[in-house]
């Protein structure tokens, strides 16, 4: 079975700053694995997702995250914090065939930016 | 890129009525489209999988009668929580699937219904 787990229900950090976001995975195959933002009363927007191809991935907004077979892991990773970064996010893996498609997500961890 | 259309943004209701949330796709043909619900500072919840032209599934927990779901045309999905009470309040969000660049499926999500009964 897949599931995921984000290690920090809440972050914080300077802006200007590192950000570094943790989410560890499990799965009985090769995932695909996502990162998700997601601003106050708003929908989901999909910052970048892997799919077996490249290990690191770049997304919008200058995250990048990095999956890394041997320890089930898939960070998020930002060199420089923005006050606008300040949202909660979401680590997301994929489940089942492409019949039974569905996202797992992980607990959110809300990123606080500080001025 | 795809585009989910969600609708109403906010609805206030009183217990006992119901409400429809509706979920578009815009610019694609979503065969299966899926509802979450959000609790206040928790994660989305898969409430029930939407299969265009077929029944939907639902998750092991959720009332099939309370939440009604049709997903009559390729691009609609409906959710319907008929006799609502307070504690049916949530943040409801969909997403649709998509075939997207190369093949690999995608998953677009729409901007979410707070719902509050009063």
């Known amino acids: 079975a897949q599931s995921v787990t984000q290690l920090d229900s809440h972050v914080s950090v300077s802006e200007g700053t590192p950000v570094l976001l943790r989410c560890n995975y499990s799965s009985s195959y090769s995932p695909s694995l996502f990162w998700y933002v997601q601003h106050p009363n708003k929908g989901l927007q999909l910052l970048l997702k892997?799919?077996?191809?490249?290990?690191l991935v770049k997304g919008i907004n200058g995250f990048e995250a990095e999956f890394k077979k041997s320890e089930t892991s898939f960070h998020l990773t930002k060199p420089s914090a923005h006050m606008s970064d300040a949202a909660e996010y979401f680590c997301?893996?994929?489940?089942?065939?492409?019949?039974?498609?569905?996202?797992?997500f992980g607990t959110g961890t809300r990123l606080k930016v500080l001025a | 890129g795809a585009v989910v259309s969600q609708h109403p943004s906010r609805v206030i209701c009183k217990s006992g009525t119901s409400v429809k949330i509706e979920c578009r796709s815009l610019d694609f043909q979503a065969t299966t489209m899926f509802w979450y619900r959000q609790f206040p500072k928790q994660s989305l919840m898969l409430m029930a999988t939407s299969n265009e032209g077929s029944k939907a599934t639902y998750e092991q927990g959720v009332e099939k009668d309370k939440f009604l779901i049709n997903h009559a045309s390729l691009t609609l999905s409906t959710l319907t929580v008929t006799s609502a009470h307070p504690e049916d309040s949530s943040f409801y969000i969909c997403?649709?699937?998509?075939?997207?660049?190369?093949?690999?499926?995608?998953?677009?999500f729409g901007s979410g219904t707070r719902l509050t009964v009063v």
């Open positions: 997301v893996v994929s489940s089942g065939t492409s019949g039974t498609y569905k996202y797992i």
């Open positions: 997403s649709a699937r998509d075939m997207g660049a190369g093949g690999t499926y995608g998953y677009t």
């Open positions: 892997y799919t077996s191809a490249a290990t």
